[in-house]
């Protein structure tokens, strides 16, 4: 499995896992595609890895992995271009036993939708998390002539827990915060706000801030304003009930009684387990908060209304089709696709694997795809670049120099996102 961000190694890792026939023994191994968004230790621990257990890797050097070693299955759990450019590299190494190619997405797919899914074209198999998202994806593939059959209705990998039941004298409000939505300083200031209204408002009860990561760390967006920075400027201080959590958001569920965010994949998990969840319209129904997807829901709610008490109630038609499969149908989610791999690794075992087939070739998209892929460092024809080619053979000394200088490369990185970047834009608004 190769994932580039600690959200995409818990679906990778969690969909490996379900995806195997149950017949097969099997075995999992662990690469990070080295990149901006590369997880700490503790973003690892929080998802579930190993510390030692995944290996840091760049694109070229788990190419020539996949040559020299051999895997039935690999699971790409990777941003599209990621994806588009490994399939391009596995498809130049001409393997005689290629693997079953996977990949999906780790959540709610609200935003470019055609440019994410025609980038995972040419997999073996496209997860889509919901009989909803299954048919939006076959559409798009259609519509440009694209080979549908990949795509194979699965759900989320992470969904689970208890049921939710009230426990007599516990009253927990959690707001399921996310790295880039909303974006502005302004926005995440107001949201913040009212939060900490509600726990003053509310003072009997617990109010949860659940983070993704703390400052400094990226996950799979990048986070100019971390609410732990605005939480340091509130008026008068943070009320005593209320609290920044971090930590696995299943183990945050089982304490929770209300859900709130804006657009969060958390909203799943806790529909899942039949826990009130509120999506917020405070800013707006609107596409780029992705809060949109959820209309039809029963789940969108202003910070007014739940002050006041409201407690909103999921529709289940809707939920059903999301594939959050509150009725306990879930234990089947992964059927068919256990189903198709193992058809795949069938005919691999046959030699009958078709060749990649990516929808992006230098016929269709000669203009698109070659500076994708030298961004990954491969040529047009998916081999590696030449001066890339050896990367990864370096003595001692100068890997633990490369490791030093790319350490602090990405503090730089990290600190120009975070604290240069908002000061000019500050500035460029005078």
Request: glycine residues 10%; neutral net charge.
């Amino acid at each position: 499995m190769l994932a580039d961000s600690d959200t995409r190694w818990k679906w990778g890792a969690l969909t490996a896992r379900r995806i195997v026939p149950e017949e097969r023994d099997t075995e999992l191994s662990g690469f990070l595609l080295r990149g901006r968004a590369t997880p700490t230790a503790r973003q690892l621990a929080e998802v579930g890895a190993e510390r030692d257990a995944p290996r840091e890797v760049t694109g070229n050097v788990f190419l020539q992995t996949l040559r020299d070693e051999s895997y039935d299955i690999v699971v790409l759990a990777l941003v599209g271009g990621a994806v588009q450019a490994m399939l391009h590299g596995v498809s130049a190494l001409r393997l005689p036993r290629r693997p079953v190619l996977v990949t999906g997405y780790v959540g709610v797919v609200y935003e470019k939708l055609s440019d994410g899914l025609l980038l995972r074209h040419g997999a073996d198999v496209v997860l889509a998390n919901s009989r909803h998202d299954a048919g939006r994806f076959r559409s798009v593939y259609e519509g440009v002539g694209a080979d549908a059959s990949s795509v194979t209705e699965a759900a989320l990998p992470f969904l689970g827990g208890e049921r939710y039941v009230p426990a007599e004298g516990r009253d927990t409000v959690v707001f399921a915060a996310q790295p880039s939505v909303p974006l502005s300083r302004a926005d995440r200031s107001y949201v913040l706000k009212r939060l900490v209204e509600h726990a003053r408002l509310h003072p009997s009860r617990e109010v949860l801030l659940k983070l993704r990561s703390q400052v400094g760390e990226h996950t799979t967006h990048i986070e100019e304003f971390p609410y732990q920075r605005l939480a340091e400027k509130i008026p008068g201080g943070l009320p005593p009930n209320f609290q920044l959590v971090y930590g696995n958001m299943g183990e945050v569920l089982d304490r929770t009684d209300l859900l709130v965010t804006v657009s969060s994949t958390a909203a799943l998990e806790s529909l899942h387990r039949r826990i009130p969840t509120a999506i917020l319209t405070d800013l707006g129904v609107r596409e780029p908060l992705g809060n949109h997807h959820f209309i039809g829901s029963g789940c969108l709610a202003s910070w007014d209304q739940l002050d006041g008490g409201h407690r909103p109630k999921a529709d289940a038609v809707w939920a059903d089709r999301q594939g959050v499969a509150a009725d306990g149908s879930y234990s089947s989610a992964f059927d068919q696709a256990r189903g198709r791999v193992a058809k795949l690794l069938d005919e691999q075992a046959e030699g009958q694997l078709p060749a990649i087939a990516p929808y992006y070739t230098t016929t269709t998209a000669p203009g698109y795809l070659p500076p994708l892929l030298s961004r990954y460092h491969l040529a047009p024809d998916g081999s590696p670049l030449a001066e890339r080619a050896g990367g990864n053979s370096t003595n001692g000394v100068r890997r633990v120099v490369r490791e030093a200088v790319r350490g602090a490369a990405r503090g730089a990185y990290r600190h120009g996102v975070q604290r240069v970047a908002p000061v000019i834009r500050r500035m460029g608004e005078l």
